[in-house]
């Protein structure tokens, strides 16, 4: 038979060798993580504290939500304690102005009630004796 002179002729590689470098690919292109050299063992063997920041990030993602709750009822009782203000101004100034004397003559004049001319007259008590 003649020989095939375009392909150099392959010496057969030592079974160890070639072991090995199996070995090597299929370390180095793991089906999770590509080309990192990181086994099961290692993520098993550290479980604990993946769970722990998996919590962790939990926490973090309520505490965000909470404090936007939190943030938005703070605005709506803002806006509502505003509303009240003007309500209580309003009445405040109604009621000073319904209390001025000139108003209140106003209103009780019908009574026969006239306001007063000179000054107030001091009425006082004896105290009896016993």
Do not use: C
């Not at 009621?95 to 209103?107: D, H, N, P, T």
């Amino acid at each position: 038979m003649a020989q095939n002179r375009f392909k150099p002729i392959e010496v057969e590689k030592p079974a160890e060798e070639e072991l090995q470098k199996r070995r090597r690919k299929s370390a180095s292109k793991s089906p999770f993580f590509g080309s990192l050299n990181i086994s099961a063992y290692y993520i098993f063997k550290n479980i604990n504290f993946i769970f722990f920041l998996a919590f962790l990030g939990i926490i973090y993602i309520a505490n965000s939500h909470y404090a936007l709750k939190v943030i938005k009822e703070i605005k709506f009782l803002q806006s509502d304690l505003e509303k009240t203000s003007w309500k209580s101004n309003t009445i405040k100034s109604e009621l000073m102005y319904e209390s001025m004397q000139s108003r209140v003559f106003e209103k009780v004049g019908h009574l026969g009630l006239k306001p007063l001319s000179g000054k107030p007259k001091k009425i006082e008590v004896e105290k009896s004796k016993k």
